[in-house]
């Protein structure tokens, strides 16, 4: 069977325009401007108005133009949508059709909802590396979006300053022969046993929304930070050590770390256990906070549009969320 390679042609970024500074935030809930950057980097975040369509579908057609431009496509040589996103749209139709319609794509493209949380843009790559690959597709629209403000209880100061709205795009298109932009390699994997560590339990089948879930403001997320903070770190440096190790490299090789933006102290932490140099590691937590499956593709957008990343240089990017799913890459931009 011939093989493709997969290369991002393109990529672009949508963020709100509404900017919620820690002061802000710290005038409606008991926290501090201190407190949030010691404890994870975060400076301000974008908060979305559903009265200027930033909801999920709406920023991902912002950042998707962009992308396409980028790329050299038209809406129709879209052949597949992967979006990854935790909170869709509306729970039908998918929110991939939503973005197919707003994009204005008629020639009936494959549409498909990825939700692995924050790793949800990094499991889309690798689902979507494997149908080019393998040739069933050529053009890919990889989306990473999230409204987290719809999650959030704006009460609960142990949540509400950790998270922000925001869209990243991806374009992927395969290439013949030999081609210096690829996915070297990716590895997944979810440790369900701690699964309830980061939880929206109520809404959906197994608890529908009640007056008493409201009542006690129970529609949100929750979360064991603690947990989720040492799980994270164990699990992407861990993949990051086995990717490098089975493809033969070392951090020398890498050019960029884009690890997932929850906070710096993650990302710092798994620097220091990969013993990877910090001036080569991209953020942008610092501006956005956690967007979940949207850090990843907004991070490398912005670094390729200032010019850090360059073609042909390799990229390594590791995830982990809610699940606990998590994950690694390399590829060669
Ligand atoms: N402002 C001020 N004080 C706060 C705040 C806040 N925003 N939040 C919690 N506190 C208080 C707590 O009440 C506690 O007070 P106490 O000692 O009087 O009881 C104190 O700060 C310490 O709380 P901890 O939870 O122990 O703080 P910790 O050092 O663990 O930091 C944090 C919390 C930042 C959440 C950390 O655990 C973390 O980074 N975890 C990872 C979270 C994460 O990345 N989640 C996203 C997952 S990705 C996805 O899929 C969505």
């Not at 339990?201 to 403001?217: R, V, W, Y």
């Not at 070392?250 to 140099?277: C, M, S, Y």
Request: charged residues 20%; proline residues 3%.
């Amino acid at each position: 069977m011939k093989l493709y390679k997969t290369k991002i042609q393109g990529t672009g970024k949508y963020h709100p325009e509404k900017v919620l500074t820690n002061e802000e935030l710290s005038k409606t809930v008991d926290t501090s401007d201190e407190w949030i950057t010691q404890r994870t980097g975060i400076k301000e975040r974008r908060i979305s108005d559903l009265s200027k369509d930033e909801h999920p579908s709406g920023m991902a057609a912002r950042a998707a133009k962009e992308a396409m431009k980028n790329a050299g496509w038209e809406p129709n040589d879209v052949d597949c949508i992967l979006f990854a996103t935790t909170i869709p749209d509306m729970m039908l139709p998918n929110t991939a059709s939503m973005l197919q319609a707003a994009l204005g794509i008629t020639n009936n493209c494959a549409c498909l909802d990825v939700n692995a949380a924050c790793t949800g843009w990094l499991y889309g790559l690798q689902m979507a590396n494997s149908l080019i690959q393998t040739g069933v597709y050529k053009k890919v629209l990889l989306v990473g979006t999230e409204m987290a403000s719809g999650f959030n209880n704006w009460e609960d100061r142990s949540t509400c300053v950790l998270f922000g709205d925001g869209s990243g795009v991806t374009a992927l298109e395969a290439q013949e022969g030999d081609s210096e932009s690829f996915i070297l390699d990716s590895i997944l994997g979810s440790d369900s046993s701690k699964r309830m560590a980061l939880a929206m339990p109520n809404g959906a089948a197994m608890s529908p929304i009640t007056h008493e879930i409201l009542d006690n403001k129970e529609q949100y997320i929750t979360m064991d930070g603690q947990v989720v903070f040492k799980n994270a770190v164990k699990t992407m440096a861990s993949h990051c050590s086995t990717l490098l190790r089975r493809n033969g490299l070392t951090n020398d090789d890498i050019d960029w770390f884009i690890p997932h933006q929850a906070n710096l102290r993650i990302i710092e932490t798994v620097g220091k256990l990969l013993d990877f140099p910090a001036e080569r590691v991209i953020t942008n937590v610092q501006k956005y906070a956690n967007t979940s499956s949207a850090t990843i593709p907004t991070a490398m957008h912005e670094a390729v549009m200032d010019g850090r990343i360059k073609r042909g240089q390799k990229v390594m990017l590791a995830a982990f969320g809610a699940g606990l799913t998590s994950g690694a890459a390399i590829l060669q931009f």
